[in-house]
């Protein structure tokens, strides 16, 4: 184990910088995006003569022969929905080579019984017990860190930290360990940048988890690795080979999009004071302001499918097995679906968004999620009176093409 006794972050590893590069360096895409959609729906992304662009860099690496980019509401959700002709299974070549076999990938009845036993650990009592226990009481501890400074910058000293130290708790992992962990979901999630490091990651993360489930199998505890074992459906319980995908799905995954989630939240309220201050005053309107900002700059902007057959979309043919990107940020910003659909308006009229997907493969996590914004939202604005961005900040902005968030968001308050 390579943290340190302190809980500190390792020597040598900085994971904002890793998560920023995750991003990628692009301030406003929507623009582009808007022109794709009025130009055409489904964009038919040539290759080039050759067979195709790698997935990843080495000679057996699979590749792309045939790329669609989705930007309207109407048909992103058409084949968000439609699991019979757009298969999920395209994780497959990235994911599952270095998570094994997670319900990104399943498609059908063998998605639905993973996806059952699963839910189990997700069910509303669940949620309800950690909401204080854990959620509330992690949020509690990052902001007394810095209560009393009257500024911070709230995405490395908030919104950043708060998931993983939650899903670490919920797996029921010794605090020593959450830097190393927060080190291996970068490494996890970069796997279209670094393969082999993604793929050590995945080996390292497989050992610990080994120790973690047979200790649970010894002795259960009242955490999430104990629920997954005992989750029965049907008189079946997930196996150890089934349970290590879901684990090594859940902590990258739910940190990564959480924090950003919730780093877009707060970069939405204050920059637009007049709606803090009501969402402050009338608290009934978190709920609302939550949502907008999931539609407003989804965390992630993109999700694939593949084409089980050939079939025609928007107008255009998309051969059996053509890759379909399905942009979940530009079908937000649909003006067919929203009206003034770039401003962050927590008073619009309410129409459901696709960041959490849509159909049977929707976020398992969503409620979690829901819940991780919510208790952050009330706790900044009970704890942090006269919020607001700090004026002498260097241009707080969201950023990114393939995760969006702010990479620093300067405050003060007091």
């Not at 973690?212 to 690795?225: E, K, S």
């Amino acid at each position: 184990m390579v943290t340190q006794q302190d809980g500190a972050p390792e020597a040598g590893y900085d994971p904002m910088r890793q998560f920023a590069e995750l991003a990628g360096d692009v301030r406003d895409p929507y623009p582009m995006f808007a022109g794709i959609r009025a130009d055409t729906p489904v964009l038919h992304v040539e290759l080039g003569s050759g067979p195709g662009v790698r997935y990843r860099h080495d000679e057996n690496s699979p590749r792309i022969s045939s790329l669609f980019t989705v930007t309207s509401y109407e048909l992103a959700q058409q084949v968000l929905t439609d699991n019979a002709r757009f298969s999920s299974a395209g994780y497959e070549m990235t994911m599952g080579q270095v998570m094994g076999r997670t319900i990104l990938q399943m498609d059908g009845p063998e998605h639905q019984r993973h996806r059952a036993l699963v839910a189990k650990a997700f069910r509303t009592r669940v949620l309800d017990q950690w909401r204080d226990a854990i959620i509330g009481a992690t949020v509690s501890e990052l902001i007394d860190a810095f209560a009393r400074d009257g500024q911070a910058d709230l995405v490395p000293q908030l919104t950043f930290p708060f998931p993983v130290r939650v899903i670490a708790r919920i797996l029921g992992l010794p605090e020593a360990d959450w830097p190393r962990f927060l080190r291996l979901s970068t490494q996890l999630i970069a796997v279209m940048r670094n393969w082999e490091g993604a793929l050590a990651a995945s080996r390292e993360l497989r050992g610990y988890f080994a120790e973690i489930i047979a200790d649970r199998r010894r002795r259960t505890r009242d955490d999430l690795v104990s629920q997954l074992i005992s989750a029965e459906v049907d008189g079946r319980r997930l196996s150890d080979e089934e349970i290590y995908p879901f684990l090594l799905l859940l902590l990258p995954a739910g940190a990564e999009t959480t924090y950003r989630s919730s780093s877009n939240l707060l970069f939405g309220l204050l920059s637009e004071p007049d709606q803090l201050e009501a969402v402050r005053a009338d608290r009934s309107l978190v709920p609302q302001a939550i949502e907008e900002a999931l539609r407003w700059e989804a965390p992630l902007l993109t999700v694939a499918r593949s084409a089980t057959e050939e079939v025609e979309l928007g107008g255009v043919r998309i051969p059996a097995g053509g890759f379909v990107a399905v942009s979940l940020g530009a079908a937000n910003r649909d003006p067919a679906r929203f009206a003034g659909p770039d401003a962050f308006d927590i008073f619009r009229e309410r129409a459901q968004h696709l960041s959490f997907g849509d159909g049977a493969h929707k976020c398992l996590g969503m409620h979690l999620a829901r819940l991780e914004m919510r208790v952050l939202l009330n706790a900044v604005l009970d704890r942090l009176p006269g919020l607001r961005l700090d004026p002498d900040a260097d241009d707080p902005h969201i950023h990114g093409l393939i995760f969006r968030s702010p990479p620093t968001l300067p405050v003060r308050f007091g």
